[in-house]
């Protein structure tokens, strides 16, 4: 049979290759000639068979291959290259692997819910290429010795597959079955019962499941860390998907979106829940997160509430005491990560803030410093040319030849952030309009030529802990700008009940730099909630235009500032006249962003650059971040695409700053 010689090129940005490994163990166990390597651009794959092998190696590879959110569709085409060697190898055999915290395999997810497997329901089961790595990680380098693992032998069993050429577990560090690693141990009623063999948890977890359909609360230790499971909402909470096939009835999502919730690093994804869902459920906002399940117990006891026709159900991370149910096991998770949130907005992929499923990583950089810098419990340093790694500070420091670490807190967190983009996109060289939009930090409208230099601020905001004083002192210091806001604030105050005659001379006052407290304030004074609220009303206003409110720049001591105090009082006038907080809302986050769009023109005019920077944990309200992508469309806009969009960003910007 003749033979046929392929091409896949999977898109895949991301610089960890814990994946190239799998697809060279799929090659040798299909017997199949060719390789993988390592591109700029992803994993490229060429193999070289008769007809039946090449089409069993797709088919496996499509079976077996996690999908990273990273990864874009493949291609595949027919390849003219030359095969001479006769097995499947890996090209260039420079491999950056780190142990990350991701969901299951489909390999693993199989072995889990099969009732003949030796792991039917193993809460603590991984392969090389999936499932909770990090969590059990002391220091690197990621061996059996350096994790929690070092303290239990491997079974009979296990070794074999540790031993084993084509086991999916071959030299993995974190093999385990229920024979050889510690129980989980169930609580009910203060009453202890250990599990040690799959049946033994297959009775637990469906008590565990009959404890949540009759309305009652658990909590669960997972491999991330406590989570409180429940089949009613708290704000707190995100919705966990226990049946996928009913996602529908609750959000309105794109293929996109369900790519990116069935990914390997299972995120938190934002979207726009559906109208009956909302009610049902008394939810008072248009945007949640949903997840689908990741953690090993967390898969099991799904697969057992989708069987009742529990579709999902609300988890928390914040640890309650559940004393009448509660699952746990009795080893520390010395890593636990905060939870990933990502949107789709115009059709991008944000990473909004987070660490699970993303870090540690490595990334490539056209540029090469030698520096090891910190930020609030992660770091960066140079672990190769050109070659940054980010990971938590205690895994730097156990590095070895590392210099002291130099800590970010006095760095302008704009810069920081603003950096971070230039650094993934190798824009040092470039000039660029920049855009730092944070909720809690100093937002700006930047020019980076050969540094980053701030033109526009965001006025501040002088507030109080007591949030009708700062009610107060805003009309206050509108009323003070002219005249006629002094009569507006007076007729306002009058119709909606607003005292105006507040003492703050002895209070303390703080100036609040971020757009959220901002953004909340103006919620609080035209009655519209706060910034989440204002995002929610934004999306039901159903018609294209809405109202002109007056975002303007302030001049104040040779510095200048978006004016917010005159947008309040345009809006106030209109609240005045009866227009309700749907067109409100709408109008308010229009006109900032065709007050950015404005900017950006003029100073992109001035400087004679067409790209911009946007960055910023600001950009979760999706509503605003989409409106500005769409007036930003004939820019070459450029933001986090490797990283989140919030604080975490901030160690990568810190390499390259002075």
């Given at each position: ?18 994946f ?90 199989q ?8 792991r ?5 089961i ?37 031993d ?32 040690l ?73 934002k ?35 989708k ?28 890593n ?5 949130k ?137 009323s ?69 409110v ?61 790209n ?13 971040t ?33």
């Amino acid at each position: 049979m003749d033979e046929i010689t392929l091409e896949i090129k999977i898109p895949y940005p991301h610089q960890n290759d814990i994946f190239l490994p799998l697809i060279k163990r799929i090659g040798e166990k299909e017997g199949i000639k060719g390789y993988v390597e390592r591109t700029l651009e992803g994993i490229k794959i060429v193999i070289s068979s008769n007809e039946d092998k090449v089409k069993t190696f797709m088919e496996v590879l499509g079976s077996k291959l996690p999908v990273s959110f990273f990864m874009s569709d493949a291609s595949v085409e027919i390849s003219e290259e030359e095969i001479t060697n006769e097995d499947f190898f890996i090209k260039n055999e420079t491999l950056n692997i780190l142990p990350v915290n991701y969901g299951l395999c489909p390999s693993c997810t199989q072995e889990l819910l099969n009732p003949n497997s030796k792991r039917y329901l193993y809460p603590f089961i991984s392969c090389s290429f999936c499932g909770f790595q990090y969590s059990y990680l002391f220091y690197y380098p990621f061996d059996r010795k350096n994790t929690i693992f070092k303290y239990f032998q491997m079974c009979d069993n296990c070794q074999q597959e540790y031993d084993s050429k084509f086991s999916f577990r071959y030299k993995y560090p974190l093999t385990s079955c229920y024979e050889c690693f510690i129980p989980v141990s169930f609580y009910e009623d203060n009453e202890e019962v250990l599990s040690l063999n799959p049946q033994s948890n297959l009775n637990i977890l469906l008590k565990v499941a009959e404890y949540i359909e009759n309305g009652k609360d658990i909590l669960l230790k997972t491999l991330n860390g406590y989570k409180s499971i429940s089949k009613h909402f708290q704000p707190n909470s995100y919705i966990l998907i226990t049946n996928p096939e009913k996602i529908s009835d609750i959000a309105y999502l794109s293929n996109k979106e369900v790519r990116l919730l069935a990914s390997i690093e299972k995120p938190l994804v934002k979207l726009q829940l559906k109208e009956e869902f909302s009610k049902k459920e008394n939810i008072n906002l248009n945007f949640w997160y949903l997840k689908f399940p990741d953690d090993p117990l967390i898969v099991s006891l799904s697969n057992f509430l989708k069987k009742k026709g529990i579709d999902y159900v609300f988890v928390n991370d914040e640890s309650h005491s559940h004393e009448n149910c509660r699952i746990d096991f009795d080893i520390k998770i010395e890593n636990p990560q905060k939870e990933l949130k990502v949107a789709i907005v115009q059709g991008k992929t944000l990473v909004l803030e987070g660490e699970k499923g993303l870090f540690p990583c490595i990334l490539k950089i056209d540029k090469d410093v030698e520096k090891t810098v910190k930020y609030k419990g992660l770091g960066c340093t140079k672990v190769g040319k050109n070659e940054y790694l980010i990971d938590k500070v205690d895994k730097i420091q156990n590095l070895e030849e590392k210099d002291e670490i130099k800590g970010l807190d006095k760095y302008d967190p704009y810069k920081l952030a603003i950096m971070s983009v230039i650094a993934e996109h190798n824009l040092f060289d470039e000039k660029a309009v920049c855009i730092y939009l944070s909720k809690r930090f100093e937002s700006v409208i930047a020019v980076k030529k050969t540094d980053i230099k701030p033109l526009i601020k965001v006025l501040p905001l002088r507030s109080s802990e007591n949030e009708d004083l700062t009610v107060s002192l805003v009309l206050s210091e509108i009323s003070n700008l002219l005249p006629e806001y002094d009569r507006l604030v007076k007729r306002y105050a009058e119709k909606f009940k607003i005292n105006l005659e507040k003492n703050y001379l002895n209070e303390y006052l703080e100036l609040s730099y971020g757009l959220e407290p901002i953004f909340n304030i103006i919620g609080k004074i035209l009655n519209i909630g706060n910034l989440d609220t204002i995002e929610s009303n934004a999306l039901d206003f159903k018609i294209s235009r809405g109202l002109m409110v007056d975002f303007v720049i302030r001049e104040d001591k040779g510095s200048f500032y978006i004016d917010w105090q005159k947008a309040l009082a345009s809006l106030m006038s209109y609240r005045l006249a009866g227009d309700n907080e749907k067109i409100i809302s709408f109008s308010m986050i229009e006109s900032f962003s065709e007050f950015i769009e404005n900017q950006v023109s003029k100073i992109s005019t001035k400087f004679n650059t067409n790209n911009v920077v946007i960055t910023g944990d600001f950009l979760s309200n999706t509503v605003l971040t989409g409106r500005i992508l769409k007036h930003l469309s004939r820019y070459n806009v450029f933001t986090n695409t490797l990283l989140p969009v919030s604080h975490e960003n901030f160690v990568l910007g810190g390499m390259f700053i002075d």
